[in-house]
């Protein structure tokens, strides 16, 4: 059993990990649509970050929220406004 | 806690790159000019502290068993009701998670459409600009 | 080559700012044994002998609608108040004329659309439905019905939902419809005690020791107890409201334009 807890473990550090590298490029973006999708990758880790946490009530809200909802009222926040971030 | 060293840091790193993502949003929300960029941010720093709430909740491994999720899925006697609270996590957290993801999303809803009418009266969403004509008007 | 260094330096400083906190913190680590509110929620909701009990197996949901409904009750309120906020305030509920068939995407894409959607729909529903018993709920079901209109209105156009006559004043009434019948579900054990003269309180589901009226329960009467009433309402409200917030985002005019 400590091989097992170990595992889920290290998938709860590479999920933190590889979800700061998404914030940061999401935040250093000029391109807003880029900036999204990395939000959006961000969320995917975090929905895979909850199931390993045991809550599989917030994983069945947290996809179409976070991975549909969002990105599509953001989008088309985009698109009726501007696309590009100035310096 | 008698966790083995191996176990305890990989926790710390999971704990650390979540302080760091709010270190990194919050600089987002305050310091980068754009009203897209801002939402965005304010999104992803309300999904890293609801990460935070439920990882409060979790429960250590016991020698037998993974922790269980809170849903019961055996019969409801006695002895099987002693099992689940023994191993299940903290089912409080999450409750209030889900009513915090519900109401950060109407938050977003509300922001997106105050950020059309702003581009309709400004002409930009970049905040400095519009600071300095709300300003000089 | 920029990138790969500024992505390397964040690596390096998160794995050394965990070093430093491994030695110090061992208050943020999960311990092995429940706060005292957890241990009474998973005692008392899924174990029918319990005086405090709610008879469900999904602990979450009862604690959702039962223990602390009025949580639940205003977050469902506020939701509804950002969404008609946004819809009275900022644009009129005024319908526009309908596409011809050559608007949306490619003839492939709209006959995958158009199996994809109603799958996408059952699956909310039954997520929504069982919520009593298995993970879910109305909020979940509620969700994931509304990526379907998201899909339809990519794929086919903007105005194609108006076209099969889902106006807006439709999905406001069917959203002001839910929220009522959430209220009305929340009071009505209150009601019911007021009227049969016994004690009784607000958003109670089954008999408490104090006050004999409630629900029927999953062994009473068609299986009926609040949790069921309230995932139908809240999958009635939810779902509507953000149907009606996509086509309120989506039917705008282009860039910068007056559109009133």
Known sequence: MAAAETL?????????????????????????????????VQSGLYA??????MAPDIVLVYL????????????????????WEKE | MSYEPLNAYLLQVFLVSLFVNVALTLYGVFFKPHYTKKVIS?????????????????????????????????????????????????????????????????????????GRELYRHYGTLDMREVGRSAKHA | MRKVFQIAFVIITVLALSLLVFATSEYLLPSGSLRSLAAFYLSAAPDPLH?????????????????RGIDTFYET????????????????????????????????????????????VAAGLAMGLHG????????????????????????????????????????????????????VTALSTFVAGLLAGANSYVLQNLP?????????????????DSLLLFDVFELLTVACGFTLAFMELMLQSDKGGETR
């Open chain 1, 8 to 40: 889920v473990y290290t998938l709860l550090a590479f999920c933190g990990l590889a979800s700061t590298i998404a914030v940061y490029l999401a935040l250093t973006e000029k391109d807003l649509v880029k900036a999204i999708i990395y939000s959006a």
């Open chain 1, 48 to 53: 895979i970050a909850y199931f390993l946490l």
């Open chain 1, 64 to 83: 179409p929220v976070a991975l549909g909802l969002v990105p599509a009222v953001l989008l088309s926040l985009i698109s009726r406004t501007e696309r």
């Open chain 2, 42 to 114: 304010l999104t992803m720093l309300s999904d890293t502290l609801n990460v935070f709430a439920v990882f409060i909740g979790y429960r250590k491994w016991t020698s037998s068993a993974h922790p269980r999720p809170p849903i019961l899925t055996e019969e409801p006697s006695g002895e099987a009701v002693s099992r689940f609270v023994a191993t299940a996590v903290d089912p409080l957290p999450q409750a209030l998670v889900l009513t915090a993801i519900v109401i950060g999303l109407a938050v977003t809803l509300f922001l997106t459409l105050l």
């Open chain 3, 51 to 67: 005086p405090y009990t709610s008879a469900t197996p999904a602990v979450v949901g009862a604690i959702l609608w039962d223990y």
């Open chain 3, 77 to 120: 309120v506020v939701l509804y108040l950002a969404l008609a906020a946004g819809v009275v305030s900022i644009s009129p509920l005024r319908p526009r004329e309908v596409p011809g068939r050559r608007a949306g995407l490619s003839p492939m894409v709209k006959a995958a659309i158009r199996v994809v959607a109603p799958v996408v």
């Open chain 3, 132 to 183: 009593s018993e298995n993970p879910g709920g109305g909020f979940h079901g509620g969700a994931t019905i509304a990526i379907a209109p998201l899909a339809v209105v990519a794929a086919f156009s903007t105005t194609f939902l108006l076209g099969r006559k889902v106006s807006m004043q439709i999905l406001l009434f069917l959203m002001s419809l839910g929220l009522t019948g959430i209220g």
């Open chain 3, 208 to 224: 408490k020791p104090n006050a004999p009226m409630g629900f029927p329960g999953k062994t009473g009467w068609m299986g009926v």
